[in-house]
């Protein structure tokens, strides 16, 4: 069992940044993504890591604005999310996993989740 915690969501303005964190025993031997759903929609990729290294993994919508990393010392994996629009609106949520590559941006390949933590960006 893996317990995950995040951390950093909030009530921003449409250009400013946000950096959420999500903190757990053992995240270096799973592949680690953020997810985010809006009210009435699916849970959609958003980013990930894969396991034991340092390859990343982006959406399209998200790509040159949000990165992913992680701290192995502090057992915590961050989103740093910058010039932040209002479709980003939603709630977010970190999840582990040994999901193949091909397989990488689906939810259903993740077998623990975070409680989430909303992100609001106003315009």
């Known amino acids: 069992q893996v317990q995950l915690v995040e951390s950093g969501g909030g009530l921003v303005q449409a250009g400013d940044s946000l950096r959420l964190s999500c903190t757990a025993s053992g995240l270096s031997d799973y592949t680690v993504a953020w997810f985010r759903q809006a009210p009435g929609e699916d849970r959609d990729f958003v980013a990930a890591?894969?396991?034991?290294?340092?390859?990343?993994y982006y959406a399209d919508s998200v790509k040159g604005r949000f990165t992913i990393s992680r701290d192995n010392a502090k057992n915590t994996v961050y989103l740093q999310m910058n010039s932040l629009k209002p479709d980003d609106t939603a709630v977010y949520y970190c999840?582990?996993?040994?999901?193949?590559?091909?397989?990488?941006?689906?939810?259903?390949?993740?077998?623990?989740w975070g409680q989430g933590t909303q992100v609001t960006v106003s315009s």
């Open positions: 999840g582990v996993g040994r999901p193949i590559l091909s397989a990488l941006r689906q939810a259903s390949m993740y077998y623990y």
């Open positions: 890591l894969r396991q034991r290294s340092t390859n990343t």
